[in-house]
């Protein structure tokens, strides 16, 4: 029987830092048998780095690790399967040129030295699958696989080393609302069978909805442990971030006299990286003084859009123009020519961390007057106009001339920020423009975007983030498989109806 | 608290390393005598005396007016060599042909500078290193071009090229170029115009040493002062960030290459008309690939190269005197070479920050 | 000219000679290949190689057996194989620089170390060192199949062994654990850490192994080809194994195919020389570097490599 009393994991005093960085610091946290328990933070605070060391990744610094009231050394995850712990990373943990079976039975001694023993797995796997009413095929490719497909191997590979402590990373984050649904019930039916859950988010929603008891944590510490039901969303938000957090921007319903199509795209096809045609004929414009979001689950061609939108990838049919002038597969720099700004998807895609603040806020006017003159640079007016854009969008840096790759993560977003709305572009596209920033750095990009966009500049913006998407944007599309699912203005928006288009139900 | 802020530093000595390894040039040193140490426990293992071979080839370099000027003399095209794969690696590409490169400046430098006759030595010399500088750039623009448009691997196509230059040099100094007088596999000798005049007096120290070091100085300018230089900067730094940037990263690089080839064909040039006055198959001992130590050693840093190509021609021209004086073979300087490119990679270790942005990148 | 060149003898000749030149090249790749798979990029192969040709005929010369010359040719290279697995695994170093070196530093050991051994005086003349080469082993009825039976059944022991490994690794990759391993290493290390596969160790066995196969191929060289050794022995060799690994796919078959290229290139250079065949004989010797230029140009690209070749892999990075 499961003894409601003992802690089936202990954490007591854990601390870990890389480098300067202290992600973890004197945490304590308990794990009951048979809880789902969820660990709630913004991004950055120590959750996940807390998980990687009970889970044996990493080493703490200090700290202890028990399991079932015993001290346990976790020294790798090889030692963590040993007790029975399973974690399921946000960034799935596997091999994507290989079989499902192989790797569910990667690092197991199945078989014997010199042969697998696939046969075998492949029918304990079969069973499995049965008995959690999950459905996969053992001899399909990674590749090949839906993204809660493979979300439903990781959990497979954790029941097949016959864990009873499972971790979840952030596993929405990457989940439609229904397949999110779903995946609450295989938890459920999970700690039915007496499994004991940790499930790391940042959302408030599903800490209240699917825990026993939340932990909140903040700059690596533990900020307080609560019973789920005793405890509100807003008292939780409060606790998260150390203070009351309303995101005040908001764009207000624009005047209706005579914008201009800014960007026009018309039945655009763009080919992904494994050969795949990642975007299918899309069609859409963006007009001045608008912003448009693209609404969407990662990795439903969105980033082969906006790249193929700004030179950086290779158009197959279809055409774009910006205030009419064709760019389909121009080059980035023509395309920036014409006055389109562009905020990556990828933070590091935006910085050379080795150049100074200077020389990365003029990275895209550096070769034009009267930034430079005859292929020499001026550094004089270069370093005045960065260190008024410095001062106004108030980077936080030890100088100037600082590296780069010295600025905190929000600041370098900003540097980036700063850098495309200053060559005041007619059209930005702005790629997860907030992943990955502090709040405040997050509700200072969303005022720029707002403020571009009163200037009737045209914003184009893509986000999994439903709220930002609802928040910022007059007209939202949805896309769903490399298609433009459905389109809505914001008053007709609510987060059911774009779930469903997120999902591919036709709109 | 303060107990976890101590268990946070556990390890003072990690710290210790870290601070010495930031500071660019104690690593150098550092790498440097690791390299000498090795290669001093190797010749104690092959029965050689360490201590007395290195004093024998620090003699041997700079102990008399003669050892200094050859050093010198070495210093030159190591130095050019340097800085020709110190360039192309800044964006990324690895010049491993150097050494073809080289002799490919020297047979434009030969043609120019034997069959072209009777004109002013100020037209000829520098039309001749010219020439050099174009040969160079030339074999160097195939593999920058293949590599831009084709995505084919440059570490295999320099080196390929490397041997095919050899092969096309021997053929030319064996045939058509080839002095028929003295009966030997070489070519008659350069107009006089083309020599580079001599700086001392009795040695064969040339003015080369001079272009060699101005170059580095263009070099460095270029790289702070001029659009191309940031551009070559932004490239080296992250390819991906230039690229988001509107950069043109395979122009970059392909620009960045050919100054590569054109620096490694002057080396070659230089030595035409500085040193041996013909064309003679083998009269690089490999300072191609030399250029490539160099370059480590110095990070990249045009400026820093010139010392560490001081460095290496020291060690090649000290090592006659080592296999003369102290019985140690000159292949001694190949296996401390090649200690220093490895220490020179495994140096970054220490230093965490610089190790992220690469991995990262 | 042409008659001379498509007679039947030398067809016979020229494919033997082709698969006994193939046969180094080919080792060499499939260590290659291992350890490219486990995610590490071996550039220092070529230096391998000569180590491997020196310590093998050294050995040889001395003791008079051909058997130690190999063992001793192949855990020299296995050496060399591991001390560049701690540098780019332990210390994280660039796998290109550390190659690089690697190929430097070898070349100057084993010629270092030939001349201490052996004397610097005696060593140019060097024809006084000379060892007994591998002898063929013919089976006896299929050797006398005309063409194919000298060509195929008509070889030294290296040779067959070599040939017969290929089905050996094919199913190392499909059906073993540790070769599950290698392949998850090299695709995502990440992925291996946390299924419990130690990486580093995975990744140091790999490049030894490669390490182990380049000395041995070396090896092969004075005592299976030549008899005899000489500094510039390798000629390109190891290079040659480089390029074939991505033109075979990083798999066994493909890379037995694209060495036979190689030895058929070698093998022709080296008997239109001796025919005196009317082209200068610097272009003859060109040639096998040629093709090796061409054969990059044409397959290297577009040929998904392990996802995670050359990128060291370390965990304290959140």
């Not at chain 1, 696939?118 to 053992?138: F, T, W």
């Not at chain 2, 030969?110 to 100020?122: D, P, R």
Request: proline share 3%; hydrophobic share 50%.
């Amino acid at each position: 029987m499961i003894d409601h009393h003992i802690p089936v994991v202990r954490l007591v005093n854990i601390t870990k830092s890389f480098g300067d960085v202290i992600a973890d610091d004197g945490v304590n946290f308990e794990l009951l048998p048979g809880e789902i328990h969820g660990l709630l933070g913004e991004n950055g605070a120590g959750k996940t780095t807390l998980m990687n060391i009970l889970y044996g990744l990493h080493q703490p610094d200090a700290g202890e690790i028990l399991i079932r009231g015993e001290v346990h050394q976790v020294s790798s995850p090889h030692k963590a399967i040993e007790l029975g712990i399973g974690m399921v990373h946000q960034h799935f943990m596997q091999v994507a040129t290989m079989s499902v079976i192989d790797n569910i039975i990667l690092g197991l001694k199945v078989g014997s030295d010199f042969k697998l023993g696939r046969d075998a797995a492949r029918k304990r796997l079969l069973e499995l699958c049965k008995l959690y009413g999950l459905n996969v095929d053992p001899d399909a490719f990674i590749w090949q696989l839906s993204i809660g497909d493979r979300q439903r191997v990781e959990i497979l590979k954790a029941l097949y080393r016959d864990v009873n402590i499972l971790i979840l990373d952030e596993p929405t984050s990457v989940l439609t609302p229904q397949e999110t649904t779903e995946l609450f019930y295989t938890i459920r039916k999970l700690v039915d069978a007496g499994l004991s859950v940790i499930f790391i988010t940042h959302k408030l929603e599903e800490a209240t909805s699917i825990t026993n008891r939340v932990t909140v944590m903040r700059d690596g510490k533990v900020v307080a442990t609560k019973e789920t039901k005793k405890t509100s969303k807003p008292e939780l938000a409060y606790l998260m971030v150390g203070r009351e957090v309303l995101f005040r921007t908001k764009v207000e319903t624009r005047e209706k006299n005579s914008h201009r199509d800014v960007l026009r795209v018309s039945n655009l096809k763009v080919k992904g990286d494994r050969g795949n045609i990642a975007v299918q004929g899309v069609s859409f414009t963006v007009q001045s003084g608008e912003i448009v979001g693209i609404a969407g689950v990662d990795g439903n061609g969105q980033s082969e859009l906006t790249q193929a939108l700004t030179g950086l990838r290779e158009v197959l049919s279809g055409n774009f123009w910006v205030d009419d002038v064709e760019l389909t597969n121009a080059s980035p720099y023509k395309v920036i020519q014409h006055g389109v700004g562009h905020i990556p998807e990828d933070l590091a895609d935006g910085i050379v961390s080795d150049l100074t603040l200077v020389e990365n806020l003029m990275l895209n006017r550096h070769y034009k007057p009267p930034y430079s003159k005859n292929g020499w640079m001026n550094e004089r007016i270069m370093e005045s106009e960065a260190r008024e854009l410095i001062h106004q969008h108030d980077i936080r840096t030890s100088g100037a001339l600082a590296k780069a790759g010295t600025l905190s993560g929000g600041n370098k977003q900003k540097l980036i920020v700063a850098r495309e709305i200053s060559r005041n572009p007619i059209l930005l596209i702005a790629v997860h423009p907030t992943r990955g920033v502090d709040i405040g750095a997050e509700e200072y990009i969303r005022n720029l975007l707002v403020q571009m966009r009163n200037r009737r500049g045209a914003v184009l913006l893509v986000s999994t983030k439903l709220d930002e998407i609802m928040d910022l944007s007059d007209r939202i599309l949805v896309m769903e498989k490399g298609r433009i699912m459905g389109e809505m203005m914001r008053e007709e928006a609510n987060i059911e109806k774009i779930g469903l288009l997120m999902a591919g139900a036709e709109g | 608290m303060a107990e976890s802020i101590r268990e946070l530093h556990p390890k003072p000595w990690k710290q210790w390393i870290k601070r010495i390894s930031d500071a660019n040039w104690i690593s150098t040193v550092l790498v440097v005598l690791l390299a000498f140490l090795v290669g001093g426990l190797l010749i104690l293992a092959i029965g050689g005396d360490p201590l007395r071979a290195y004093l024998v080839l620090i003699k041997g370099s700079f102990g008399n007016r003669n050892g200094f000027a050859e050093t010198i003399v070495k210093t030159c095209p190591m130095l050019l060599a340097g800085l020709s794969v110190a360039i192309a690696l800044r964006t990324e590409f690895w010049n491993v042909g150097a050494e073809g490169q080289i002799y490919a400046g020297a047979v434009l430098t030969g043609l120019a500078s034997i069959y072209i006759q009777g004109i002013s030595a100020v037209i000829h010399l520098p039309l001749a290193l010219l020439a050099g500088a174009l040969g160079g750039g030339l074999w160097a623009f195939i593999p920058a071009i293949l590599k831009a448009r084709l995505k084919v691997n440059e570490v295999i196509t320099t080196l390929m090229m490397n041997y095919i230059m050899t092969f096309i040099f021997s053929f030319l100094v064996d045939g058509p170029m080839r002095d028929w007088v003295s009966g030997l596999n070489i070519s008659p000798q350069i107009e006089k115009t083309t020599w580079l005049p001599i700086l001392l007096a009795k040695t064969r120290l040339h003015s080369g040493i001079l272009i060699a070091i101005l170059a580095a100085v263009v070099l460095a300018v270029i790289l702070r002062k001029t659009v191309l230089g940031y551009q070559i900067r932004a490239v080296g730094g992250n390819t991906r960030a230039a690229r988001f940037a509107g950069i043109a990263v395979e122009n970059t690089m392909v620009k960045a290459v050919i100054i590569s080839g054109m620096l490694a064909g002057l080396a070659g040039a230089i030595e035409i008309t500085g040193v041996q006055h013909r064309l003679i198959a083998g009269f690089s001992p490999g300072y191609g690939f030399l250029g490539l130590a160099v370059a480590l050693l110095a990070s990249l840093n045009p400026i820093g190269v010139i010392f560490s190509a001081l460095l290496f021609a020291a060690l090649l021209n000290g090592a006659d005197a080592m296999q003369r004086w102290a019985s140690v073979p000159i292949a001694m300087v190949a296996v401390i070479q090649g200690l220093v490119i490895i220490f020179s990679a495994i140096r970054f270790f220490f230093n965490r920050s610089t190790l992220k942005r690469k991995a990262g990148s | 000219m042409i008659t001379q060149v498509l007679t039947a003898a030398f067809l016979t000749a020229f494919l033997a000679a082709g698969i006994r030149v193939a046969v180094p090249i080919l080792i060499a790749a499939l260590g290659e290949m291992v350890t490219q798979r486990s995610g590490i990029i071996n550039l220092g192969i070529e230096g391998i190689f000569i180590i491997g040709s020196f310590t093998g005929f050294t050995v040889a010369y001395f003791t008079k057996s051909l058997f130690l010359g190999f063992l001793l040719g192949g855990i020299a290279g296995g050496l060399f194989g591991l001390l560049m697995g701690i540098v780019s695994v332990r210390f994280l170093a660039n796998q290109i620089v550390t190659g690089l070196g690697f190929w430097i530093m070898c070349g100057g050991l084993a010629k270092l170390l030939v001349r201490t051994i052996l004397g610097i005086d005696k060593y140019s003349a060097s024809s006084d060192f000379n060892i007994p080469r591998l002898e063929s082993l013919s089976i006896s009825y299929l050797s006398k199949i005309p063409v194919l039976g000298e060509v195929l059944f008509n070889q030294n022991i290296v040779v067959y062994l070599t040939l017969l490994s290929i089905p050996l690794f094919v199913y190392f990759f499909k059906y073993t654990r540790m070769g599950l391993n290698i392949d998850a290493t090299g695709e995502n290390p990440r992925a291996a850490d946390a299924a419990g596969i130690n990486v580093g160790q995975v990744r140091m066995l790999s490049v030894t192994f490669g390490g182990i196969l380049a000395g041995l191929a070396g090896a092969y060289l004075p005592l299976a080809l030549y008899g005899v050794y000489t500094d510039d022995m390798a000629v390109g060799l190891g290079w040659m194994a480089i390029v074939v690994v991505p033109f075979g796919k990083w798999r066994p078959w493909g890379i037995l195919a694209g060495s036979m290229i190689f030895g058929a290139a070698n093998a022709l250079q080296f008997r239109l020389q001796n025919m005196n065949f009317p082209l200068p004989y610097q272009f003859l010797l060109m040639f096998p570097y040629f093709v090796t230029l061409i054969m990059v140009i044409l397959f290297s690209r577009g040929r998904s490599s392990p996802s995670a070749l050359t990128k060291p892999y370390f965990r304290s990075e959140h």
